[in-house]
Nanobody, 108 residues
């Protein structure tokens, strides 16, 4: 069974930064998704096992960076220049498996 455990998140002012982490039980192609209130879940970024990008959403390109530490089976989402519209619950995912979600709130 695949386990995904997220860390990070919290409350930050607009323009600030946060880093999310997701530790998996193995080395997988991973994605970060987010879901804002009243909106559908959307893919933010995804990288393969080698750490190369598969996808980056236009809304976060240049501000968010996804990376991985293969030795720790952990992927990160470094979020800079945060905007209020980035407020959402963020989830890491592999295939059909999901982390528990972590709240990111950006105040204006």
């Amino acid at each position: 069974q695949v386990r995904l455990v997220e860390s990070g998140g919290g409350l930050v002012q607009a323009g600030g930064s946060l880093r999310l982490g997701c530790t998996a039980s193995g080395l997988y192609t991973m994605g970060w998704f987010r879901q804002a209130p009243g909106k559908e879940r959307e893919l933010v970024a995804a990288i393969n096992r080698a750490g190369s990008y598969i996808f980056v959403a236009d809304s976060v390109e240049g501000r968010f960076t996804m990376s991985r530490d293969s030795a720790k089976n952990t992927v990160y989402l470094q979020m800079n220049s945060l905007k209020p519209e980035d407020t959402a619950v963020y989830y890491c995912s592999y295939h059909i498996y999901w982390g528990q979600g972590t709240q990111v709130t950006v105040s204006s």
